[in-house]
């Protein structure tokens, strides 16, 4: 048999992964060994003769299956960055594979009772903090899935989760179905009358595709924005608005009132079954939050200091809207139509007038400066290593003592096969095992503007905030400095996770930290600080009612996962009731909210939905202390390196967070520094 490189150490500087000898038919096979290896290593710890310990059976469970990661890996960030057609069929056919390798684990109950052993001995066991979670995380692993059930419940249980994922694929498809079908044809130009060139030439081409006369107007992101946000025409938007406001609500055969009843319902008994309140109570056991009483405070007390703020800017939205047109009630399908107008007249602030200052190499040797600057880390590009296509940038990082810290791949371009917008990712996560501390290979992907053979690659601000953002999640991977590979780096409590990439962002608004970067690809002039001053100004328009609308989606979702659901048999009267005083707008009759929300009853993000806030209070939180004590205070950027960067999930975030700060996070910095509070 011929040897298979993905299965074999590799030999590579750093142990890189050796991209150009990798065929794609080794995937599969290798996929298959991983998959024996790593259940042959679960087996050997079950088949322990000696007592189940912390060591024989918690760690070596987190250090299995090593072989198997770096594969996965490897396929898994190449489907996303650099896919074809038959990457594509093997992960059809590997996911399966690997899911069912996943219940194998969590479903196994001589290794939960291993596993439990050592829980249940755990007050004699002298464990270190970390060795504390870990230990915590893999019982609950098991005890989350059922592990501790009755065999009725158990097949309850099971009964229940494949109901679930029927329902929740039935509600994906319905939404699907509805935004596909919804077509405007428009075949009068005059109708077309503010949208941009480009929006019309898209409408045009769109409907040339589907051999009709005109104009096509869809509910697709890139049709259905430009439309909402530019069209004269106020009866059309009414049109749209209301076609996507009410998708999945129509009682027909794509309604969605009955999944989404019955998602609740069988999340709740779902919940009950492990021991938990409520399906609230169950997720938020494994967040920063904790609990949904304190979300409910949390969104509750941002909702009343933003209030003033977003009632005031409704009221200038209104009389605008007024003066231009004569409009007496502004409508939801007016917001982003005055709102663009009234955000012209305000700031005149286009991309254009910023791009020539964001030259994507001075960006990155900014993001690289200020990450020096902070934490001593030194950036080497280096040629030595393989890559999976020519426009990635590979680089070795180092401490101030010339100690390898991470290897880094960076990856701007798009091209074919690679998916769209941008993402932090990794080959190898860190870990210490036999006392050598095994550095991690991190790697960023985005999309941004190519250069052209007369100009370079010229970064909106967006996308100059995109690569801060991304960095940020990368140096919580590279610093990650954890004994388990499943505490480590960016290995954490969901609504912990963006606090690292978002604190990042906020030095992209900051004097001293633009001068270092933000010249003029052709004069070197530095950013004038007017345009800066407009840039911030701007980023916070409307920020009171932006801040309202994720307040309302968020209290919508808790309240279909904290509390029995069974009473509600109303969804639209549920939901009128759930949005509580946050609307500013009035009720759209023929709307649903729920019967589309796909975040919360299709994806992941159920009793979730709070922490777009959530991480936003963190993030200004922690970049205020940076501002009092300045933002290349070294103090500063040393205790957010040792209590956050640097600890993975090996401690409830709320400790890490409070060791760093000295104190839980406070909305007020947000409220500051989006304008809402003085
Ligand atoms: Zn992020």
Redesign the pocket.
Known sequence: MNKNILTEKFTTAFQTAPFSKIATTDFLPAFILGIKNAKAEIDAIIDNPEAPTFENTIEALDFSGEQLDRISSIFFNLNSAETNEDIQKIAQEVSPLLSEFGNDITLNQDLFKRVKAVYNSKADLKLTTEQETLLDKKYKSFSRNGANLTEDKKQALREIDKELSKLKLKFGENVLAETNKFEMLITNEADLAGLPEGAKEAAKQLAESKEKEGWLITLDYPSYIPFMTYADNRELRKELALASGSKAFHNDALDNQDNVLQIATLRFKRANLLGYKTHAHFVLEERMAKTPEKVESFLNELLEKAKPAAQEEFTNLENFAKEQDGIDTLQKWDSGYYAEKLKQKLFNLDDEQLKPYFKLENVIEGAFTIANKLFGLQFEEIHTIDKYHEDVLTYKVNDENGELVSIFYADFFPRKGKRNGAWMTSYKSQSIKNGVNDRPHVSIVCNFTKPTNTKPSLLTFNEVTTLF?EFG?ALHGMLANTTYPSLSGTSVFWDFV?LP?QVLENWCFEKEALELFAKHYETGEVIPMELVEKIKESATFHEGMQTMRQISFGLLDMSWHAQDPSAITNVKAHEKEAFGDTQLFPDVAENCMSTAFSHIFQGGYSSGYYSYKWAEVLDADAFEYFKEEGIFNKTVATKFKENVLSKGGTENPMTLYKRFRGQEPKPEALLKRAGLIK
């Open positions: 953002h999640h963006e990439s």
